[in-house]
T-cell receptor, first 111, second 116 residues
């Protein structure tokens, strides 16, 4: 089941602007991961943030995690047309049941 | 919302045997299904993309003869781990997308495979 909720469901911005997507979840987690999916393709892992971390960077990506609010955000800076994709968050509760995915945010970067 | 099921949820098998995992879309037609593998405390790794009625496309490094994928109908894809070894023990997740133009992807609950 998909317990995570990303918002917005869809986001359209101009190239060069920053894009922020949020993810909320309900249970305690070991880590939270963000994935990207281009149309018709499989998921690609972007970044993993552990429950004891508050912020993590990778290139133009910045992820924050607030375990008290059970939420995370993914910021893509200086967006490019090639960033157009769907972005999913997934939580790992550390048990035997693997990841729980959100429904995703569809990001469109207008050239 | 759309539902994807996997069967079995957990399976334990002996080394050398084969295991079949089913992924079903329960209330929509899944033109494309993806198979992922998750190692403990790791992220998902895409194994293959399965389109109904055609051969699966495998990611680099994934042995197609070991991980047989069949997408025989718009609601069912199967992953068969042949001649399983302990290193195949993992969590396998499928996901499904609907008709062209549908942006959402739906994930199955996963199958925990343990090879002894």
């Amino acid at each position: 089941s998909q317990q995570g909720e990303e918002d917005p469901q869809a986001l359209s911005i101009q190239e060069g602007e920053n894009a922020t997507m949020n993810c909320s979840y309900k249970t305690s987690i070991n880590n939270l991961q963000w994935y990207r999916q281009n149309s018709g393709r499989g998921l690609v892992h972007l970044i993993l943030i552990r429950s004891n971390e508050r912020e993590k960077h990778s290139g133009r990506l910045r992820v924050t995690l607030d375990t008290s609010k059970k939420s995370s955000s993914l910021l893509i800076t200086a967006s490019r047309a090639a960033d157009t994709a769907s972005y999913f968050c997934a939580t790992d509760g550390g048990g035997a049941d693997g990841l729980t995915f959100g429904k995703g945010t569809h990001l469109i970067i207008q050239p | 919302g759309a539902v994807v099921s996997q069967h079995p949820s957990r399976v334990i098998c002996k080394s050398g045997t084969s295991v079949k995992i089913e992924c079903r879309s329960l209330d929509f037609q899944a033109t494309t299904m993806f198979w992922y593998r998750q190692f403990p405390k790791k992220s998902l790794m895409l194994m293959a993309t399965s389109n109904e009625g055609s051969k699966a496309t495998y990611e680099q490094g994934v042995e197609k003869d070991k991980f047989l994928i069949n997408h025989a109908s718009l609601t069912l894809s199967t992953l068969t781990v042949t001649s399983a070894h302990p290193e195949d023990s993992s969590f396998y997740i499928c996901s499904a997308t609907g008709l062209a133009g549908v942006l959402e992807q739906y994930f199955g609950p996963g199958t925990r495979l343990t090879v002894t």
